[in-house]
């Protein structure tokens, strides 16, 4: 019923940008808190950036002043402005949320988008 799918990722040199994107599908009632959280190759995933339902934002102390959360204009979008990133920024980047539906409230993950800084 509801599937969230990350795009955007690529390989990107070090000091440039990214955007990448999420949307939601499926019978959705409503969206609580969104958020990005990131995997490295044998480290543990962690939290990127959070949005609430309202538009207040929070963020890691490695992406502050960097990223940018937001929820986009279409319904059940949101996105993450990634600049000047850096080689540690590599990872796979998820998108996670809270989602209700007329079955009940769950925790659903996208399925990640991998995001590479190189020269």
């Known amino acids: 019923q509801v599937q969230l799918v990350e795009s955007g990722g690529g390989l990107v040199q070090p000091g440039g940008s990214l955007r990448l994107s999420c949307a939601a599908s499926?019978?959705?009632?409503?969206?609580?808190?969104m958020t990005w959280y990131r995997q490295a190759p044998g480290k543990e995933r962690e939290l990127v950036a959070a949005?609430?339902?309202?538009?207040?934002?929070n963020y890691a102390d490695s992406v502050k002043g960097r990223f940018t959360i937001s929820r986009g204009n279409a319904k059940n979008t949101m996105f993450l402005l990634m600049s000047r990133l850096k080689p540690e920024d590599t990872a796979v980047y998820y998108c996670?949320?809270?989602?209700?539906?007329?079955?009940?409230?769950?925790?659903?993950w996208g399925q990640g988008t991998q995001v590479t800084v190189s020269s």
């Open positions: 996670n949320a809270g989602i209700t539906t007329a079955w009940g409230t769950n925790n659903y």
């Open positions: 499926g019978s959705i009632f409503s969206i609580n808190v």
């Open positions: 949005i609430s339902s309202t538009g207040s934002t």
